[in-house]
């Protein structure tokens, strides 16, 4: 009998904003740039990339490719999708 694998993906459990701030604040702790993206999308994807869009203005396809690894997005338009999901970043000392 063989084991059948399923990809995982973290949208599925991203379901509240609790989980979401702690996921974001792992990702953030380890300072890489392509995880962080890749979580934004995860999150986006959680919430709804065509809402996403509708409330960036910023094509769906172009918010797909916007998360995928080895991307450099404009700094604004990670601003925008983060309002969009109701994430604030915030530094401390």
Do not use: C, H, W
């Amino acid at each position: 009998m063989k084991n059948k694998l399923t990809t995982f993906d973290a949208a599925q459990y991203l379901d509240s904003k609790e989980v979401i701030a702690e996921y974001l604040s792992q990702i953030l702790e380890d300072g890489d740039m392509d995880e962080l993206l890749s979580a934004i999308g995860d999150i986006a994807k959680a919430k709804g990339m065509s809402l996403i869009a509708k409330e960036t203005g910023l094509g769906r396809e172009s918010l797909y490719k916007t998360f995928n690894s080895g991307t450099q997005p404009r700094f604004d338009t990670v601003v925008k999708v983060l309002n969009s999901l109701g994430v604030k970043l915030q530094a401390s000392a």
